[in-house]
């Protein structure tokens, strides 16, 4: 079995044994949040040895050529000596202001020492000071220093709660990233679409309409919030001036005790989307369904983008 070297200790690997799991067996407490390869909070970079193409799925070109890859499906088939990311892929940040979008959404705003380049859209992942991460998409428009982030508050959810309770202005966290392929990108300024999100997928759907809007988007944008009941949704407000501003862009909340289930709220009120470019956020089973149904009603899949929440291997 292939050797994993990590601060001069060297460790064999087990079979089928990840890096990840490597690691935390012999005590090492790296940040981890997904297991599944995709919050990319395990990131980390061989110094010696190739990790397989596999651990690199959903990385940057640029990151996968330095030699970064994701701890948690990384399976090595020969020597590997691996380290935390340097200094240009984390950057510090610092929490500025919070507020209360709903009974459970959370408005987190930070500063980076930094500028973050990233689309609306993205995500990013949150490091505490205690190595907990969890990764977040971003609301905010890429035009400043302050990065928007809307965090469901969840019972038991460690990030969380502790964003929502003690955390305070000037408090320090470690953000990597961006990441994610799910953003507005210019060139069809006439093709109408369609962005659906549940929950907190609204974030980078907020993001994206208003980027579409600022780059000068003309054909028609429309955009549903799906949730249980009218505590579940958020932005209202906001997001009807933004429709009274821009005739194009309409707005619908879609609640479940009202309107019946999402998927069926679209089939019935878009049919047929041939042509349309689709964005759709939120709990992943949903993000499946809803990504079907664009399909089968004639979207194209290579216009069909999507950030998939997917849960933290623990609470919040």
Request: with cysteine; glycine share 10%; charged share 15%.
């Amino acid at each position: 079995m292939p050797f994993l070297t990590w601060d001069g200790q060297r460790v064999e690997m087990r079979p089928t044994e990840t890096v990840l799991d490597a690691l935390l067996r012999v005590g090492v407490p790296l940040s981890h949040s997904c297991r599944a390869g995709v919050c990319q909070s395990c990131l980390l970079h061989a110094t010696q040895g190739a990790a397989p193409q596999g651990s690199q799925a959903g990385l940057k070109p640029t990151l996968a050529g330095q030699g970064y890859f994701l701890a948690c499906v990384c399976r090595p088939d020969q020597d590997l000596t691996a380290e935390l990311p340097g200094p240009g892929v984390r950057t510090i940040t610092r929490l500025v202001a919070k507020s209360w979008l709903s009974e459970t959404v959370l408005r987190v705003a930070l500063e980076c020492d930094e500028p973050l380049h990233h689309r609306a859209g993205q995500y990013l992942t949150l490091f505490r000071i205690d190595g907990l991460s969890r990764s977040y998409s971003i609301a905010s428009l890429p035009d400043g220093m302050i990065i928007e982030l809307h965090v469901r508050v969840i019972p038991n959810g460690r990030m969380s709660n502790w964003l929502a309770g003690t955390a305070n202005p000037g408090t320090e966290l470690t953000a990597q990233g961006p990441a994610g392929n799910c953003f507005y990108m210019p060139g069809a300024p006439e093709q109408p679409l369609l962005l659906v999100g549940t929950g907190t997928g609204l974030a980078p759907l907020y993001g994206i309409v208003r980027d579409a809007l600022g780059q000068g988007h003309t054909g028609p944008i429309w955009l549903y919030h799906g949730a249980l009941d009218e505590r579940g949704l958020y932005l209202v407000h906001e997001l009807e001036e933004l429709a009274a501003r821009h005739p194009h862009f309409r707005y619908r909340p879609a609640l479940l005790s009202r309107d019946g289930p999402l998927p069926q709220v679209l089939q019935a009120a878009h049919p047929k989307l041939a042509g349309w470019r689709g964005f759709v956020c939120g709990d992943p089973q949903i993000v499946d369904v809803l990504k079907k149904r664009l399909f089968l009603a004639g979207m194209a899949s290579r216009e069909i983008n999507s950030d998939a929440f997917v849960p933290t291997a623990s609470p919040g």
